[in-house]
């Protein structure tokens, strides 16, 4: 297993005009201006990632291209994230594409709760979500979505009850078929149903210590 860097030495060993390391991985934005040239410059980090056997994670919109590395067998940043990080910036100087270092961000969202795991197999159905693991054993448990694209959702232990309603839902929209067999993951997981009084537009859910979440769909709304 390749041996992980610090993070500072991480940074140090990349181009500051295009990666920044943010929680824990080497995350890049480059300004293509125009699709095609997205789709040009993300053939050609594909055709270095083969080479290098190392593939980044990659999302191609207009108008720009974000990129972000990581080792995952080693948990961490390692020399093949920097070699790559390198390579991606030659590939990107040569296309004349800038970066835009202070771009790069990633979101999670904090669950407060009493009894964590009471509210985490809710949360992991009501999302579709999978355990994310961490070499840290110690690490509060959270949360990721499997194919890498919302934000991840951890869980921070409280010592004592908050009487005030909660002010925070999530929304999980859905494909209208899949819909009531979300819902009753969520419930079989350990959730209770709020209201249900505008299904199939959504479905208001609360995990065990009443934080909730809608599962929306598109049907029952006005177009």
Known sequence: MAET???EVAQGAVDARHWRVVHGRLLASFRTGSFERGVELVRRV???AEAADHHPDVDLRYPRVAIALTTHDAGGLTRRDVDLA??????????GVPGEPGRPRTVEIAID???VP??????????????????????????????G????????QMDAPRPQRNRIHLDVSVPHDVAPERV??????????????RAPAFWVLADAEGNEACVCTWQAREQ
């Open 5 to 7: 860097l610090r993070y």
């Open 46 to 48: 594909a055709e270095a």
């Open 86 to 95: 390198a390579a991606i910036t030659a590939i990107a100087d040569e296309l």
């Open 113 to 115: 709760a009493l009894d």
């Open 118 to 147: 009471a509210v985490v197999p809710f949360w992991r159905a009501v999302l579709g979500y999978r355990d994310e693991t961490l070499p840290d054993s110690g690490t509060a448990p959270a949360l990721v979505d499997p194919d």
């Open 149 to 156: 694209i919302g934000p991840a959702v951890w869980f921070q």
């Open 184 to 197: 009753a993951a969520a419930l079989a997981a350990g959730g209770r149903l709020v209201s249900d009084r």
